[in-house]
């Protein structure tokens, strides 16, 4: 590793931090790692918030990547509740809100994005949630516990599993949707239709194409108004609307951003001793056609985390891992690869009436995207695929009688 690799530092405590300071200690370094984060406590995961934890089938001490033990065992320092306020590259230190700043040799910025707020009136009313962080969804799960009605708006991953869990709790629930479909920037039409009918027949109903101009209510919302003059009745109202990259502190330290702190193939910002991973990163991808994308998964940054970790140690490559992703909504395990968007063809695999289907997509005659939902060993086929640069016909992915599995494993 490079002699003057001697002290780490990693703003955010989120998975892809985790990830890093595991990786960089697997790899052998032994140099100072400090890991540092405005939310209390020890990293954690976030895809059960919206889940297992809303349901109560984990609890918070569940969601840690790992016990306390692990951080001291192996010299990983956490400094949660700290928030960085801003980066002095010529000193290399990150300055604190506290007045403390930490000397870095390398700084990987990990921070993360933050909920999109509702720019109508009556959206900071008692009763209006968003769900990101653990004390975010702590009050959710309270709010539902007494809810009598309730609006989501947005049928984004966030809006739809939680919805799946009202449902679930036999409390009525209306998804509010600005597009025509659910999904409509993360899956396909035909996948979007079997979610939203898979939602509907558990009791979720939908108002597509809808328009939100107010939160109503008065100290307290009572519902959604929308633009055609209707009005949802809730008490309470999660806003799911998407999320804003935290890039501001690069920004104002002079690095690029363009939707995200802007890295190259190798997750490395123009300065060489600043990288970045995860939700707050736009790098160029060989699943966009070397387009600059911004991906919010756990995959992403993981995958991101080891790829900075083998550089650090000496081992260089560019970042090229399949990008994945998953979505547990009530009955339905959605799991897609690639980045399917844009595609001008997409054939079906399977039967939903028979236990699942996969969407498979296509660009221009090559696949570019997978999509199942209740048939998770198309996705790992689809995964390899995909990290081979190789795929069936459509005609062969929409013929039930295709061995799709030995075609992944066989000499070409």
């Known amino acids: 590793m490079p002699v003057s690799l001697q002290n780490v530092v990693v703003v955010g405590t989120g998975q892809g931090s985790f990830q890093l300071a595991a990786s960089l200690r697997e790899g052998g370094f032994r140099g100072s790692l400090t890991l540092v984060g405005d939310e209390p406590g020890l990293p954690y995961g976030r895809p059960p918030l919206s889940k297992a934890y809303l349901l109560g089938k984990t609890d918070a001490a569940g969601l840690n990547l790992r016990p306390p033990a692990f951080y001291d065992e192996h010299g990983i320092t956490v400094r949660s509740g700290e928030r960085a306020t801003a980066i002095d590259r010529d000193g290399r230190r990150v300055v604190l809100a506290s007045g403390e700043s930490l000397p870095y040799n390398h700084l990987v910025l990990a921070t993360g994005a933050r909920n999109r707020p509702l720019p109508v009136p009556g959206a900071d009313l008692s009763g209006v949630h968003q769900l990101r962080t653990l004390a975010e969804a702590d009050a959710l799960k309270a709010a539902l516990a007494r809810a009598g009605r309730v609006a989501v708006v947005g049928a984004g991953f966030i809006g739809l599993e939680f919805a799946a869990v009202c449902a679930a709790r036999g409390v009525p629930v209306t998804v509010i949707e600005g597009a025509p479909r ?35 209510g008065t100290g307290r919302a009572t519902g959604v108004a929308m633009a055609d003059g209707e009005a949802v009745a809730a008490d309470l ?29 190798m997750l490395a910002t123009p300065d060489p001793a600043i990288s970045a991973l995860g939700d707050c990163a736009a790098h160029p991808s060989p699943f966009a056609d070397g387009a600059r994308v911004r991906i919010e998964s756990v995959q992403n ?10 550089r650090l140690l000496g081992r260089p490559a560019p970042f090229s891992a399949v990008p994945w992703f998953w979505s547990d909504q009530g009955p ?81």
Do not use: W
């Open 182 to 216: 659910p999904l409509g920037r993360a899956v396909s039409a035909e996948m979007a239709a079997l979610v939203e009918r898979t939602h509907v027949a558990a009791g979720v109903a939908f108002r597509f194409g809808a328009a939100v101009t107010a939160i109503t």
């Open 237 to 265: 109202i999660l806003v799911g609307i998407g999320v804003l990259p935290n890039q501001e502190i690069a920004e104002a330290a002079g690095l690029p951003v363009a939707n995200g702190i802007a890295v190259d193939a």
């Open 301 to 310: 940054a993981v995958d991101g985390a080891r790829c900075i970790a083998a």
């Open 332 to 412: 339905m395990k959605l799991q897609m690869a690639g980045l399917a968007a844009p595609h001008d063809r997409a054939v079906t695999r399977g039967d939903p009436e028979r236990g699942g289907v996969s969407v498979f997509c296509y660009r221009g005659g090559r696949l570019v995207g997978v999509e199942s939902l209740n048939r998770p060993a198309d996705h790992m086929i689809a995964r390899r695929l995909l990290a081979a640069g190789i795929g069936p016909s459509p005609e062969q992915a929409a013929d039930p009688a295709f061995d799709l599995k030995g075609f992944a494993a066989g000499p070409r």
